[in-house]
């Protein structure tokens, strides 16, 4: 059963990747500021939760990184793989042909055996599911720059502000990997141009259906 419905966390997890980044952008607020005593309700479902996991991940390996890489797989699936086989499996349903989503290469090539070794993402092959990554990484680090500068500069900006900073810079410290994978890598596993410029391309796109819908 739980694998029946785990692709259904894409919902969640997209949706808090990008609408309250989006909202707040121009100016609608979804969570409550900081000295709201919503806001420590909040605070508390999410630290529980992960403190919890990462409680029971310790007692199994011992190792709070790799509870950490663990949880970090955990929202890459959700954003992609989840997402694209619930969007295969609703497009089954009503006879309609879903588009191929091969995340990888099925030729391992020893440079990339190498950046496995050294724990190294390899994001070279032209996939779509990089493609979702990137859009979300590239909307996250825009808001929580503008966000921060906002914070700064505006009275009272860090109590309205707070929830929406901790939630992007979460999702900055997670796709770490994908900026560098973008921006600076220059080995086999940085990710193609085109995946790049199809990421920046539809965060722009959902900035300005932004714009649309929330002014």
């Not at 605070?43 to 996991?53: E, G, K, M, N, P």
């Not at 990888?104 to 020893?110: C, H, L, N, P």
């Not at 999702?171 to 085109?194: H, L, Q």
């Amino acid at each position: 059963m739980y694998y029946a419905v785990w692709g259904c966390w894409c919902i969640p997890l997209t949706i808090y990747g990008l609408l309250p980044q989006l909202a707040l952008f121009y100016g609608k607020s979804l969570f409550p500021k900081a000295l709201d005593l919503w806001f420590f309700l909040c605070a508390y479902l999410f630290l529980s939760t992960y403190v919890q996991d990462l409680n029971e991940f310790m007692e199994v390996s011992g190792l709070i990184q790799r509870g950490w890489s663990e949880q970090r797989m955990w929202l890459i699936k959700g954003i992609s793989c989840s997402t694209f086989g619930t969007l295969d499996f609703i497009l089954s349903q009503i006879w309609c042909t879903a588009p191929g989503f091969n995340l990888a290469s099925k030729v391992k090539k020893e440079e990339e055996n190498k950046l496995y070794e050294n724990d190294k993402f390899v994001f070279s092959t032209t996939s779509l599911f990089f493609v979702s990554m990137g859009t979300i990484a590239i909307v996250n680090v825009i808001y929580f720059i503008f966000g921060f500068i906002k914070a700064v500069i505006r009275v009272g900006g860090l109590d309205a502000m707070l929830i929406y900073l901790f939630l992007s810079g979460f999702i900055v410290t997670n796709s770490w990997p994908v900026y560098e994978a973008m921006f600076t890598r220059k080995d086999g596993g940085k990710m193609p141009e085109s995946v790049t410029k199809a990421s920046i391309l539809l965060s722009s796109i959902l900035f300005c259906l932004g714009n649309f819908y929330f002014t």
